[in-house]
């Protein structure tokens, strides 16, 4: 007698649903960096909107990270 379930009678594997890509807080673009304030709060930015806020956010004490 056979213990294995045929493959006829297998339920396939349901993938997770994919996470919600975040975007851009400015423009709505794809994000690629991710902003942790120092109040607590978080920002996503892509990489253009990065690039132009990265001197000040630094100053200020936020932290930034590859969203990726």
């Not at 960096?33 to 001197?55: D, M, N, P, Q, W």
């Amino acid at each position: 007698m056979s213990t294995t379930t045929p493959a006829s009678a297998r339920v396939p594997a349901v993938p997770a649903p994919l996470a919600r890509p975040e975007r851009c807080d400015r423009c709505g673009a794809a994000a690629l960096v991710k902003v942790t304030l120092t109040t607590g709060g978080e920002l996503h930015f892509c990489g253009h909107h990065a690039r132009k806020h990265a001197a000040r956010l630094l100053e200020i004490g936020a932290g930034l990270r590859s969203a990726l």
